[in-house]
């Protein structure tokens, strides 16, 4: 499973899912429904933006924005750790984080520092062109796995500061 995110990934999922041996689709705000076909797809890449943490992330995002509270970025990372472990969400085998550059401020933090520190080679930035994106597809690096203690790291997301993160 490859989560594709950023700025035209829907535009790239359309023209993705027309290769062979791709599976490639918009989750349009159904989780659920994108965690079943996920888990049904026989393709040997499925692509979506599917990110069984994109609530983690504004939460963190926001927290550290002083937009919510710490309350809320608690609440957020202990559903998406439930989740994980109860096996109703699962990790992208890799993040294709589009158009790196244009990632501004605390998400740029998240996604190279705070989320990346835990496998970095799982989360790859790239331009966002299907040249690009299919050329990655075939030559995506050999990663360590997210680690088991994955959900307990996101209940302690607070102590994972942006600016002191490292960003590559």
């Not at 989750?27 to 890449?45: M, T």
């Not at 969400?89 to 520092?113: C, I, K, M, N, S």
């Not at 970095?120 to 966002?128: E, G």
């Not at 990663?143 to 088991?148: I, K, N, S, V």
């Amino acid at each position: 499973m490859v989560a594709l995110v950023g700025s035209g990934s829907t535009e790239l999922i359309d023209e993705l899912n027309a290769l062979h041996n791709v599976d490639a689709f918009a989750v349009a705000g159904d989780e659920a429904d994108a965690a079943r076909r996920i888990r049904r797809s026989q393709a040997s890449y499925v692509v979506s933006d599917a990110d069984p943490l994109a609530h983690v992330a504004a939460a963190w995002v926001e927290f550290y924005e002083d937009k919510v509270s710490l309350e809320t970025l608690l609440i957020e990372a202990e559903v998406a750790a439930d989740a994980l472990q109860a096996g109703r969400a699962q990790l992208p085998d890799y993040y294709l984080v589009l158009d790196p550059e244009a990632v501004e401020g605390t998400w740029r933090h998240w996604w190279f520092g705070a989320l990346s520190s835990k496998a970095p080679t799982r989360v790859l930035p790239l331009p966002a062109s299907s040249r690009e994106v299919r050329r990655q597809l075939r030559s995506l690096p050999t990663a360590r796995p997210w680690p088991d203690a994955f959900p307990k790291w996101l209940t302690q997301l607070q102590f994972e500061v942006p600016d002191r993160l490292s960003i590559e």
